[in-house]
């Protein structure tokens, strides 16, 4: 069965400091990997993706993932976290030209 | 940039009324979906659209539930008779192709079911 976990439901950071938030997927085919960010009142917004090849991705606003297929990971990682990336962030996998499967997502509060 | 739009930002309905929710997609842009989260849950995948026919729809995705593009422009999603679990933000995506294989969302329409 398709599923997507990420086990912090809450993290809270100072500025300046590296962030790493973790997603687990399982998916019965290759999976296409997605991370998206939504501030509030606001949809959601594709940060970067795996489909094949480097498993280290680099996304929009310096932010990165790794994938790591022995341990069904994706985690996101940004090494200096800014007051602007307070949001929520979802992990979601999906097939090519499928639909995605979201996480319940990670709140990201950002402190001075 | 291209984007994807849809309205109303935010619909009001009572329990038992017809919706309809609209999306107007990337213009070049293919596949066609609706997903839907429950304040404080997941996004959760409802129906995918594809050569004016559903190609995938979830368990939630019920006979209350229907989609259609109307005009090449639009795309809608229609809930015949609300129930206060509908209540949510539905977001519609689109996506160019399945090679490109990435889904641009919508801001999403917040629906209140009284």
């Known amino acids: 069965a398709q599923s997507v976990t990420q086990p912090d439901i809450h993290i809270t950071v100072s500025e300046g400091a590296s962030l790493e938030l973790r997603c687990n997927y399982s998916y019965g085919a290759t999976p296409y990997l997605f991370w998206y960010v939504q501030s509030p009142g606001q949809g959601l917004q594709l940060l970067l993706k795996?489909?094949?090849?480097?498993?280290l991705v680099q996304g929009i606003k310096g932010f990165e993932a790794e994938f790591k297929r022995s341990q069904s990971s994706f985690n996101l990682r940004k090494p200096s976290v800014h007051w602007s990336d307070a949001a929520e962030y979802f992990c979601?996998?999906?097939?090519?030209?499928?639909?995605?499967?979201f996480g319940t997502g990670t709140r990201l509060t950002v402190i001075p | 940039e291209p984007e994807v739009t849809q309205t109303p930002s935010h619909q009001v309905t009572q329990m038992g009324q017809e919706v309809i929710l609209r999306c107007v997609p990337i213009?070049?842009?293919?596949?066609f979906y609706w997903y839907r989260q429950i304040l404080g849950q997941k996004v959760e995948f409802l129906v995918s659209?594809?050569?004016?026919?559903?190609?995938?729809k979830s368990e939630i995705f019920d006979d209350q539930f229907s989609v259609e593009r109307p005009d090449g422009s639009n795309f809608t999603l229609k809930i015949r008779s609300t129930k206060l679990e509908d209540s949510a933000m539905y977001f519609c995506a689109s996506m160019r192709d399945r090679g490109v294989n990435e889904q641009f969302f919508g801001p999403g329409t917040r629906l209140t079911v009284l």
């Open positions: 979601a996998v999906g097939g090519l030209g499928n639909n995605l499967f």
């Open positions: 213009s070049n842009h293919l596949y």
């Open positions: 659209f594809y050569n004016n026919e559903i190609s995938e």
């Open positions: 795996y489909f094949s090849g480097d498993t």
